[in-house]
């Protein structure tokens, strides 16, 4: 297999133009500014970008195909979450889909992580139970991907007669990335995930949930076959005094832009929601850069999601560029090799991280990643 020198950088795309420092303007579906925000994300140098799943937000496959016509190398990651359609359903879907957008779509699952919001689409299953009925889907999924003649399938939550599908994916290997950080969510990782999705924790937490996942996959015979993803929120400045300057100004929108809805107390129920609050009560600056300030005052909850954009993913790294990249640098020393950097600006942000944080990465990162597990070029 061919290699790239480089590591994988996604970024994220939006229906409209929102975040939790800044609320939605203009319509709701915003073709114009998905496509802005597309075409600037490939010319800033991103790999992939994420188009994330909520229950009241327009169908993400087909934003994504709305950006696959805008672009014409840059990788689209799909959220998808089992249970809502028959996953041989999922599988002609994401086919169909990698063929119009010449192999360029990935998968991200996410098993959900907030009952509330599971039962909004009908789910009704408890937490645990979800992610075994993840570990079939995604069974029926890959097999329907794969199989070249029809297949039956008999498990706990799908069954599957003489299921075949004309339609497969363009790429020999649609990549599957997998959220979720539970013990449930973790066994299921190790037996099907080829990137495995984080927030950003400390660099020792996430030393812990990489040698994790490591271990179950072993127990599943793939070692070494799991590959790690960070998620993070930069916010750079010219200096360091003045990235923090501007992480004030964003903690200020945010309060702002919360209001009544900050979240009350008690914690979340996903884990990986659970664990950033944990490291919130530890310091509101951890390790060299990585700042917990939104995560606190948020709760690092998804629950309100829909009406301000608030979700887990919201610590950020503040400093320069220099020293946010050196930050990404050690993250990429414990094995991470993929990055989901996010801005509170999503244009303004993804525009300067391609010109002064991923070219810097990737000038000091020379560990290669496989070519074939990331956007084509």
Sequence with gaps: MSATHRVEFIGFLSHREASEARPGDGPLVDKAFLGTCARAQEHAGFDRALIAYHSTAPDGLQVAAQAAQETRRLGLLVAHRPGVIAPTVAARQFATFDHFSDGRAAINIISGGDAAEQRRDGDFLDHDERYARTDEYLDVL???????????????????????????????????????????????????????????????????????????AARHGRAGAVRFSLSVRPILGATEAEAWTRAERVRDAVRTRLGSARPAGGMPQNTGSQRLLEFAARGEVLDSCLWTGITALTGASSGAAASTGIGGNSTALVGTPEQVADALVAYHRLGVDTFLVRGFDLLADALQYGSELLPRVRGKIPASIPAAALAPF
């Design 142 to 216: 890959k097999h329907a991907w794969r199989s070249r003649e029809p297949f039956d399938f008999e498990g706990r939550y799908y069954r599957v007669k003489e299921h075949f599908a004309l339609v497969q994916p363009l790429q020999a290997h649609l990549p599957i990335y997998f959220s979720g950080s539970s013990p449930a969510a973790l066994k299921v990782a190790g037996r099907h995930a080829d990137v495995f999705m984080m927030w950003g924790e400390p660099l020792a937490g996430i030393a812990e949930q990489i040698a994790a996942v490591r271990a179950a």
